[in-house]
């Protein structure tokens, strides 16, 4: 299993599927091309998919808008005054092959057309798809778990804005405003600089600067750092700050990675399960030594 995972850039895989995944849930679609096994990410947000009463899958749909130029460039046969069409596009996966439909208009859509030319029959027995949801699920039949930033995301919207405000209170710091007062009304364009060009004033005139201190900037800080902590008890995160964990502490890292990893044993095992039939099956893999 080792050389599988080496074999098929499974940890690099896998960290991109924790990613996308992590709004909710994320398909992996597993397929064999020329004796070799690859994995596809799959959009949820385009798939609905359907179980049996033992939580198995029985089909995948994936259905989504497409331009009649696309559909062109894909080798359809698409007349040309309706380039600029929308169309239909559908395809579904099955325990016996998959699907592809007839790509119907927008708006005119009836009973699926099956487009022999594009299906394939697999006969597994099974849905080659596994699909992963992030905990929080209502039930076993619910494609979609919780977020996982979601409770944070207005918080860090909030840190984002604070950050901006601070930059630009630090740049109007480097060039404060100069004020000119004079008895003479100046006319043209008002003076620009800071307190590097030299000014030659009457008597009775005068010149400061807008300036400000570094106590703003010192609070800013001060209130991102707890908006940061703030954000980290939300998402049921460790607080401790990485750069004060020396090398006694290694347990502690290593405990923070298994926490982040046990959510997705599921996934693993999914895969795990299919690489065993790719296997049983005769896949031929040739693994690196």
Request: hydrophobic share 45%; aromatic share 8%; proline share 4%.
């Amino acid at each position: 299993m080792n050389a599988f995972a080496f074999e098929t850039g499974l940890p690099a895989f896998m960290m991109q599927v924790a990613t996308c995944g992590s709004v909710g849930s994320v398909a992996i679609w597993v397929e064999i091309l020329g004796g070799r096994p690859r994995f596809s990410l799959l959009e949820t947000a385009y798939l609905t998919p359907d179980w049996d009463q033992y939580g198995a899958l029985l089909t995948v749909t994936e259905r989504y808008l497409v331009s009649g130029a696309d559909l062109k460039a894909s080798g359809y046969a698409v007349a040309s005054d309706a380039l600029s069409s929308r169309f239909w596009w559908q395809r579904r996966w099955t325990r016996i092959g998959l699907d592809v439909f007839v790509p119907v208009p927008a708006g005119e859509e009836g009973n699926d057309v099956l487009d022999e030319k594009r299906s394939s029959i697999h006969d597994l027995g099974f849905v080659p798809v596994v699909w992963i949801r992030n905990p929080g699920a209502v039930s076993a039949t619910e494609p979609d778990g919780e977020c996982s930033f979601e409770k944070a995301i207005d918080t860090v919207i909030e840190a984002d804005y604070l950050l901006s405000q601070a930059g630009r209170g630090l740049k109007y710091g480097s060039d404060p405003t100069l004020v000119l007062k004079t008895p003479e009304i100046l006319e043209g364009v008002a003076r620009q600089g800071g307190a590097v060009s030299a000014l030659t004033l009457p008597p009775e005139g005068d010149a400061k600067l807008l300036e400000i201190n570094g106590a703003a900037a010192g609070a800013v800080l001060a209130h991102y750092r707890e908006l940061r902590q703030l954000v980290l008890e939300q998402l049921h995160g460790n607080r401790t700050h990485g750069d004060r964990l020396g090398p006694l502490n290694r347990g502690v890292r290593w405990s923070l990675c298994v926490s982040l990893l046990s959510g997705w044993q599921t996934a693993c095992a999914g895969l795990t399960a299919m690489a065993v039939f790719c296997r049983s099956i005769g896949c031929c893999v040739a693994f690196q030594q």
